[in-house]
């Protein structure tokens, strides 16, 4: 697959005043990929020999945007005629590309009527060297890409993926202890950051159906399979999250969650499994891979999920516990260290009142127990406004197809 046009390994370098400098000084924000830098010299440049008069105009109008999209504790600063550095404290990587690209559209647009991908100048600061930036530009069309709600062939963890790798990995099918013939069909969702409107995470979705009626399987009743077959369809999670795990690298690429279950990742066996599996060296997974544990109710036991976590802290970037819309089983998350907690929207019955008054209590009741917390699966881009409501920091849109099947219809 070819490059981005923008994409580029060759950095440049920008100087910094001393008071960025002295800000940036014993942070971890570079390393987080929260500083970035946006250039109006599409402005200069179409301002002429104006642009000594009008500079000042244009100043003040950015300014006037980043104190609209930052927050007071973020740092912005003005570092030569037409650039500007901001660091965002609270978001890296995509989060943060995506409000440096959301300001530099609304100046463009303001005062050129229009903001084209190829005038957005965005350059990710790598690090700082002798008093300057170590700058990379960035694609903007990546971004723009991201900002969709649904998979597609432009989605950002698909760039170097070969597509009959993946094919070759789904569906897959198998007969259970009981008798039973299963398909399982693999399909992406794009976890959404609700503030910056930006997918910064790509969750794997295994569809499980039943061969003999066509149904497809829900949660619940997965649950009820035995270890042996929860464990054939985890380690067919694993063959297919092998294909995305190189393209999840780094904090300037979306986060891969990887759905699993506690019954199969609690033994020793399944974490072999997982770090087992070829093309997830423990290198990718520390790098960008995510475990979604998705069987974790109020019966698990509190100490052995803490043992359990911690040990897959070690093994990947992070541990995602998905509950059901039930405050008891949140009650043994509380010294987890989860990295986020999920509700998937299959767990949510009732009329829409209810579903509601759900999505609300998970939002009070996960306050506080993780840094992310999502709303998953979701019928409808309707609900994700009763996320944010919630105060929750992620959503996602159920995918229905595989993304060849998409393509077809």
Known sequence: MSRPPHSSDATERVAL?????????????????????????????????????????????????????????DLRARISESEFLIATNHEHGLAAQATSVRILEDVLTHLLGAAD???????????????QAVCKRIDPTVILAARARRDSERSPVRIAVDPADEARRTPVAFTTAAGAALRVDF?????????????????????????????????????????????????????????????????????????????????????????????????????????????????????????????????????????????????????????GLALDASDLTGEAAKI???????????????ATTILQGLPAEGFFAAAETAGLSHASLRATYPLGKQAAA
Request: no cysteine; net charge positive.
């Open 17 to 73: 005043p001393g008071p960025v400098l002295q800000r940036l000084a014993g942070t971890d924000l570079v390393a987080r990929g929260s500083v970035n830098v946006i250039s109006v010299k599409t402005i200069r440049m179409w301002a002429g020999d104006w642009w000594a008069q009008k500079r000042s105009d244009v100043w003040t109008y950015v300014e006037r945007k980043l104190a609209e999209h930052l927050d007071r504790n």
């Open 187 to 339: 399909t992406l969702e794009h976890v959404v950051n609700l503030r910056r409107n930006i997918t910064t995470a790509v969750r794997i979705e295994p569809m499980v159906t039943h061969l003999a009626s066509g149904r497809q399987a829900s949660a619940r009743a997965l649950t009820k399979l035995s270890d042996r077959d929860i464990a054939f369809i985890d380690e067919s999670t694993l063959k297919y999250a092998a294909v995305f795990a190189r393209s999840a690298q780094g904090p300037h690429t979306p986060e891969l969650i990887l759905p699993a279950s506690f019954r199969t990742l609690g033994t020793q066996r399944g974490r072999d499994l997982l770090t087992g599996t070829a093309g997830l060296s423990l290198g990718l997974l520390r790098g960008g891979v995510m475990i979604e544990l998705v069987d974790v109710t109020r019966g698990t036991p509190a100490g052995r999920l803490l043992e359990v976590v911690g040990l897959l802290r070690a093994l990947t970037r992070g541990v995602i516990a998905r509950v059901p819309p039930d405050r008891e089983a949140l009650r043994v998350l509380r010294d987890a260290r989860l990295a």
């Open 356 to 370: 509601a008054m759900d999505i609300m209590a998970f939002g009070r009741d996960a306050r506080g127990l993780a």
């Open 117 to 131: 991908p190829a005038d957005l100048g965005i350059r990710s600061v790598i690090g700082v060297e002798g008093g």
